[in-house]
């Protein structure tokens, strides 16, 4: 019942300890010539729920990895219960002393439902098969993942796959659990539900130390919020002082959504001519059909806003225009050609490239060899070098880190990457799902400027995006779907209404109101 549960081979002293639950005292974790993290000390008093911030690269998901005992201390030491050392002990010792942990990239047995995945954590401890199976419906009701329980875990969209990894960590019955950006990807009414999966947990007694660009959750969740830059500790507080510290403000949250001003459109009325549009596009997965009868344009370097939950069928649109799902019914035209029956790597010569959400990169090649590679695939003929220093320009990191590999970058550098490879085939269209994923705030308000950037080399861009009103903020148009169909198409600005907004994202008579009317209003000829 995910009590606080004590180890019976835990020594007896350990749980009359009033003390820290987890002190980490002079952690130093380098990688080759990269410190991960310098000299960073830390102590996490029972029941506390610590929110861990701080930019791309500063250390956070390395924190964790040490902690849980996947890497070990380059020096210094890391102590459980004031007593334990734990930072020479293997990742499955530390697991069995009550420490858990949700990745920040899910990575679930993929051909195992949803409820073997959890009975592997449950019986891992040498629990006996009731308690085990106990256990598990528990986790899989608590998580909200009861009906899906069946499901193979690698056909779950991205909130249900952040649930399971969420779920995996609960099924060891932690007493310390480490979440790494289970928020990442969420939509809002997605991440008021984690918050409440997180804050139910908190409530049972476990500790849990929460890395998260999603400011929304630390500030609901967290007691106290650590800053980490260059893995080193740069400030401590509660949310609200965090907030207002002006270095963590020019270091990592930025100027947020009011720093963010809208263009403005300097002829409101021309008429854009059409890039990118289907017809009555529809797309299958066997008898599910997860995209109905869409009507979708895209015009010549314009900003195409697209929304809606989770499931609502974004990527599916996404992944049709690129190729990557056949079109199930229905017609897709680009640049005055029907290419509806195109493959994806021809569709990429044309110039539609697709920024994939989960990244998807060639972990074990260089970052350099990523970019490359898809100079090579994508429409870019003869150019690399002015492609590469435009991306360069966009993400001086990736200059940096050319020669590592792409697996060994963190999850926000890995992000850039990908942004960066979609930019590397010269497309006339790109498509970015979940565009900001992983980012920290100040990164994001550098990729929404970049965003204008881009549009001003004649390129169109397609935004799929969890930020609703980060992407409204720049969009020329926007889509919402709601359930694999188009629940409101228009202006951006209507959308800015949260009302709007949760009807087109809800469904309901209010939402026919609004397709119909943004419709007339805006659409394209
Ligand atoms: N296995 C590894 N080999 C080489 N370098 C690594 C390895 N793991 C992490 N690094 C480097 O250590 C630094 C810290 O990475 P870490 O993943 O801890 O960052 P993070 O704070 O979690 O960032 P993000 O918010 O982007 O997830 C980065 O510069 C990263 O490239
Ligand atoms: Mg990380």
């Known amino acids: 019942m995910m009590a606080v549960g004590v180890d019976p081979q835990m020594p007896a002293s350990t749980t009359l300890d009033k003390g820290a639950t987890l002190s980490l005292r002079s952690v130093t974790k380098r990688f080759g010539g990269v410190a991960a993290l310098s000299e960073f000390s830390l102590e996490v008093k029972p029941g506390e729920l610590i929110g861990v911030i701080g930019p791309n690269g500063a250390g956070k998901s390395t924190l964790l990895s040490l902690i849980n005992g996947a890497q070990r201390p380059t020096s210094g030491e890391l102590v459980l219960d004031g007593t334990h050392r734990i930072d020479r002990l293997r990742a499955y010792r530390v697991a069995?002393?009550?420490?858990?942990?949700?990745?920040?990239?899910?990575?679930?047995?993929?051909?195992?439902?949803?409820?073997?995945?959890?009975?592997?954590?449950?019986?891992?401890?040498?629990?006996?098969?009731?308690?085990?199976?106990?256990?598990?419906?528990?986790?899989?009701?608590?998580?909200?993942?009861?009906?899906?329980?069946?499901?193979?875990?690698?056909?779950?969209?991205?909130?249900?796959?952040?649930?399971?990894?969420?779920?995996?960590?609960?099924?060891?019955?932690?007493?310390?659990?480490?979440?790494?950006?289970?928020?990442?990807?969420?939509?809002?009414?997605?991440?008021?539900?984690?918050?409440?999966?997180?804050?139910?947990?908190?409530?049972?007694?476990?500790?849990?130390?929460?890395?998260?660009?999603?400011?929304?959750?630390?500030?609901?969740?967290?007691?106290?919020?650590?800053v980490i830059d260059f893995g080193k500790q740069i400030a401590e507080g509660t949310p609200a002082e965090i907030a207002e510290d002006p270095d963590v403000i020019r270091i990592y949250l930025g100027a947020g959504e009011e720093g963010a001003t809208r263009r403005v459109r300097v002829e409101p009325d021309t008429p854009v001519k059409e890039l990118l549009g289907t017809d009555r596009l529809c797309v299958d997965y066997g008898k599910l059909r997860a995209l109905r009868d869409v009507d979708f344009k895209v015009g010549e370097s314009e900003v195409v806003a697209v929304l809606g939950a989770n499931g609502a069928g974004k990527t599916s649109l996404a992944r049709a225009l690129a190729g990557i799902v056949p079109a199930g019914?229905?017609?897709?035209?680009?640049?005055?050609?029907?290419?509806?029956?195109l493959p994806a790597y021809k569709r990429a010569r044309q110039g539609i490239a697709i920024c994939h959400e989960g990244r998807r990169l060639f972990t074990g090649m260089k970052v350099r060899e990523n970019l490359d590679l898809a100079a090579y695939s994508g429409a870019s003929s003869g150019h690399q070098d002015e492609l590469l220093a435009r991306v360069y320009q966009l993400f001086p990191l990736l200059e940096q880190r050319a020669a590592s590999l792409a697996g060994e970058l963190s999850g926000g550098q890995q992000q850039m990457v990908a942004i960066a490879r979609a930019l590397m085939s010269d497309p006339r269209l790109v498509i970015f799902d979940e565009l900001s994923l992983g980012l920290a705030p100040a990164v994001i308000d550098q990729i929404y400027v970049a965003i204008e950037e881009i549009r001003s080399w004649g390129i169109s861009i397609v935004l799929i995006e969890q930020n609703a009103y980060r992407a409204l903020g720049i969009a020329d148009r926007a889509y919402v779907l709601e359930r694999g169909t188009v629940s409101y198409v228009g202006s951006p600005e209507a959308l800015e209404d949260p009302a709007a907004l949760r009807a087109a994202y809800f469904g309901g008579a209010v939402v026919g109101k609004i397709a119909r009317e943004g419709g007339k209003q805006e659409e394209m000829g």
């Open 96 to 226: 069995r002393l009550g420490v858990a942990r949700a990745h920040q990239i899910p990575r679930p047995f993929a051909r195992m439902t949803v409820r073997e995945n959890l009975l592997v954590g449950a019986q891992s401890a040498g629990r006996r098969a009731a308690a085990s199976a106990h256990l598990v419906e528990d986790v899989l009701d608590l998580c909200g993942l009861s009906d899906r329980a069946q499901r193979p875990a690698g056909a779950l969209p991205l909130l249900d796959l952040k649930r399971l990894e969420v779920a995996r960590a609960l099924s060891l019955d932690p007493r310390l659990l480490l979440l790494d950006e289970v928020a990442a990807g969420l939509v809002a009414h997605e991440i008021d539900e984690i918050t409440e999966l997180i804050s139910g947990v908190h409530k049972r007694g476990v500790t849990i130390l929460l890395v998260e660009h999603v400011q929304a959750l630390v500030q609901a969740l967290a007691e106290r919020v650590v």
């Open 329 to 341: 019914d229905g017609k897709i035209s680009f640049a005055g050609a029907d290419i509806t029956g």
